[in-house]
Each structure stands twice: as structure tokens, then as C-alpha cells.
């Protein structure tokens, strides 16, 4: 198993910036992928970052050139870096990891609580 918890969720102004993390723990070394998401009031849960093993990235359209996604080497701690926040960054953003279930052979996805991103005036 692998456990999740964010952090670093809050009230920006636009324009502002926020960093979140999530930290794993549990079977970290099982690990293919992580990701972010978001879920705005409404709407369906989105991919906006995602690192894989060799720490290849890719992002959504709308945020990049705004939003940075890195990890540590040991998949402990991954990081969305947003810049630029824009109201419609408004939601609660999920961090996710892709493991690899030894016993099962099978991939799992795996979700943190998440944690609410604010932008407002």
C-alpha cells in the first residue's frame, strides 16, 4: 500500500503563486508514476501535472508555462510549483501515484485526501 497526504493548499490572490506537496510513504519503491489532479465545483476530476519514473513530464494545456511538477529521487515528496494562479485554478487538487501491485501484478492508482486551492480576490 502507499498512503498520500497533501499540503501546501490555500487563499492566493491572482497572480499569486502556491507550492503543494504530497508526501508518500508505504510501498514508495512500487511507484511508476505520480500525478496531480483537480476537481472544481461541478466539474470532473482533471489531470494537470503528471511525472513519470524517468521524470518525464507532462501538463495540461492550461497551466503550462505556470505550474512546475518535480519529485525527489525516492518518490517521498512530489511538488506542484503554480504560478500565475488564475480563479479557474480554483479546486481541490489530489495527488496521485500509479503503483505497481507485486502480489496482484496489476497497477493501482492511489489518491490523497486533497487539499483546496483558492484563487481570489
Known amino acids: 500500500q502507499v498512503q498520500l497526504v497533501e499540503s501546501g493548499g490555500g487563499l492566493v490572490q491572482p497572480g499569486g503563486s502556491l507550492r503543494l506537496s504530497c508526501a508518500a510513504s508505504?510501498?514508495?519503491?512500487?511507484?511508476?508514476?505520480m500525478g496531480w489532479y483537480r476537481q472544481a465545483p461541478g466539474k470532473q476530476r482533471e489531470l494537470v501535472a503528471h511525472?513519470?519514473?524517468?521524470?518525464?513530464?507532462n501538463y495540461a494545456d492550461s497551466v503550462k508555462g505556470r505550474f512546475t511538477i518535480s519529485r525527489d529521487n525516492a518518490w517521498n515528496t512530489m511538488y506542484l510549483q503554480m504560478n500565475g494562479l488564475k480563479p479557474e485554478d480554483t479546486a481541490v487538487y489530489y495527488c496521485?501515484?500509479?503503483?505497481?501491485?507485486?502480489?496482484?501484478?496489476?497497477?493501482?492508482?492511489?489518491w490523497g485526501q486533497g487539499t483546496q486551492v483558492t484563487v481570489s480576490s
Open positions: 496521485n501515484a500509479d503503483v505497481w501491485l507485486t502480489t496482484l501484478q496489476v497497477p493501482y492508482d492511489y
Open positions: 508505504g510501498s514508495i519503491s512500487n511507484i511508476n508514476a
Open positions: 511525472i513519470t519514473r524517468d521524470s518525464s513530464t
